[in-house]
């Protein structure tokens, strides 16, 4: 079987991180194959680095966060 990468992108979803890695950890359980989440942190203002972390911690090597900071000139 191939091995497979979700890549997901996010923005300003810090609610959201966790019941989204249950889901996709709930549904790949069965999953014969390597598989890898890569979670792309768009540069967000909220806490969702905070959340990406805990998933890492929580859901181990399946996690791959990818951390994007987007500076903006200042005025």
């Keep these: ?15 959201n991180v966790m019941p989204l890695l249950e889901r996709v950890h709930e549904a790949l359980a069965d999953y014969a194959g390597p598989w890898e989440v890569l979670l792309i942190d768009d ?3 909220d806490h969702m680095v905070a959340q990406i972390r805990q998933g890492v911690e929580r859901f181990g090597n399946h996690m791959r966060p ?8 200042h005025g």
């Design 1 to 15: 079987m191939p091995s497979l990468s979700l890549v997901i992108p996010m923005y300003n979803e810090q609610e």
């Design 43 to 45: 540069g967000s203002v």
């Design 66 to 73: 990818i951390l994007l900071r987007l500076d903006t000139p």
